[in-house]
């Protein structure tokens, strides 16, 4: 008899003009800088946080560039761990291969899916037709609206004329082998996950999926794990420790890893 799966903890290395930030999901704004709201600029480089990962094995970690002048911080951060993150930010047909033969054992797609706010499925089949579904992470981060959730670009500013629900997810993963969702509402909060969301995804989901969001607990793990069935892995930021947070320790995370392997 097969164990159940078990969630499990995903880092973050979040880039912004070249440096290793948190900052609250909601305030990223290209046409207004005043309105950004950060809670840690580390003094580490990127390659601090790559190594660290290494070095506890937590595989399946996302590297997201956040605006301009991070293409350097995230090279940095691939050749400290050669096929061992994940690339976000920006990716396009154009240039996804090009980061794959940098380093990104997958990248992350959200806005190219998405001209004019629109989902175009043709140009998610030629990025995978490109670079293999293996390869490929669709990000379907999202604010709620009403009752649903909709899929948000351009740094979470944009909402789509996607819905998250079952059917969207069942057509985007026979293109793609993972799911990143960014709960972008209480993202950068550290006021709670969404568990409405983990309880839906954990339903809906048929590939691995990784949420972003409000974890304020190292119990928000086991928390996850019970509301997903073991289908949701979970990633912290602002209450991490290595990104400045008081509330949850990341050898702990390290630790709840190796526990379940």
Not at 36 to 64: M, W
Not at 189 to 204: N, P, Q, S, T
Request: glycine share 10%; proline share 3%.
């Amino acid at each position: 008899m097969t164990s159940q799966r078990r969630s499990a903890f995903r880092p973050c290395i979040d880039l912004h003009s070249g440096k290793v930030k948190q900052i609250v999901g909601g305030s990223l704004n290209d046409k207004d800088e005043s309105q950004l709201k950060t809670n840690f600029v580390s003094s580490q480089p990127p390659s601090y946080y790559a190594e660290l990962y290494r070095g506890h094995n937590l595989t399946g970690a996302h590297v997201i560039k956040l605006g301009p002048g991070n293409d350097e911080a995230a090279l940095e951060c691939l050749q400290a761990w050669p096929n061992g993150l994940q690339l976000g930010g920006g990716i396009t047909l154009e240039n996804a291969q090009s980061w794959i033969d940098a380093g990104a054992a997958q990248v992350i797609v959200t806005s190219y899916l998405f001209p004019g706010a629109k989902f175009e499925l043709e140009r998610l089949q030629k990025l995978s037709a490109a670079i293999g579904k293996d390869r490929l992470v669709v990000d379907v981060s999202c604010k709620k609206v009403g009752s649903e959730w909709i899929v948000a670009m351009d740094k979470w500013q944009t909402l789509t004329d996607m819905k998250v629900n079952k059917e969207s997810l069942d057509m985007l993963a026979e293109y793609c082998s993972e799911f990143l969702v960014h709960a972008a509402d209480v993202e950068g909060l550290c006021k709670g996950i969404d568990k409405e969301l983990v309880i839906a995804l954990g339903e809906w989901v048929t590939i691995p999926t990784t949420y972003a969001g409000g974890a304020n607990a190292f119990t928000d793990l086991a928390l996850v794990n019970s509301l997903s069935n073991g289908k949701v892995d979970l990633t912290y930021g602002s209450a991490l420790d290595i990104f400045g947070g008081k509330l949850v320790s990341f050898d702990e995370c390290a630790a709840w890893n190796k526990e379940s392997l």
